[in-house]
């Protein structure tokens, strides 16, 4: 295997010490994004929330900080991410406000409409089929819940074979039913946040 195909399944799922650097490196390189993401104001203080892919846990530590009085629950498939998810996130994983587990995109252990936001923070060009894992995202969705990606276009263009532009992704999640799909770009850092409204 390339040390380029490495890094991708390391990123993709990462395990031992390569990967443990791989997710540090993430949480690192995320921050820019994640700020961007505060100023979007598309969490609620008291939401319950879920995190897909939750990595190194860094994104789940802003979330705790923006939503005090909810609760944020973190998934990935990767044995290593959440120990580290974990691990970041202690001191709130030891009073309940953050809940991590091991689990896939395409089948997530909570009931339906158990969520009031959704988020998907450089994940959704690994998912395994976007349109099934799309249809189990809108299953734990309450009405009028938020699911929202965000991403570098480029890794999108990278990654994945289908869905490359933000209107494709906007035509799909309207095709499984969002009522409203809005795209936001900071497009001098080639970033996009897709915010779509059950």
């Known amino acids: 295997m390339s040390l ?16 443990s650097t791989m997710l540090q490196i993430m949480n690192f390189s995320h ?9 979007q104001g598309a969490i609620n203080d008291g939401d319950r929330v879920l995190d897909i892919g939750c ?28 120990k580290e ?28 409409q158990f969520f ?25 969705l309450k009405n009028g819940g938020k699911f929202i990606i965000i991403a570098e276009l480029y890794k999108m263009n990278y990654h994945m074979k289908a869905y490359q532009t933000p209107e494709a992704t906007k035509q799909l999640l309207e095709r499984i039913g969002f009522q409203t799909v809005y795209v936001t770009e900071k497009s001098s850092k080639g970033w996009l946040c897709i915010t779509a409204i059950k």
Request: with cysteine; glycine share 8%; net charge neutral.
């Open 31 to 39: 921050r820019g994004m994640n700020a961007w993401f505060i100023r």
């Open 116 to 140: 009031d936001a959704i988020t998907a923070f450089q994940t959704h060009y690994f998912w395994p089929s976007l349109e099934q894992d799309v249809e189990e995202v809108w299953r734990l």
């Open 55 to 82: 990595g190194g846990g860094k994104t789940l530590q802003i979330l705790s900080k923006l939503n005090p009085n909810g609760i944020i629950y973190g998934i990935d498939f990767s044995t290593q991410a959440v």
């Open 4 to 19: 380029l195909q490495t890094l991708i399944e390391q990123a993709k799922k990462p395990n031992g010490w390569i990967g």
């Open 85 to 112: 998810s974990i691990k970041l996130n202690k001191a709130n994983v030891a009073r309940g406000c953050v809940i991590v587990k091991e689990a896939s995109v395409s089948s997530i252990p909570y009931d339906d």
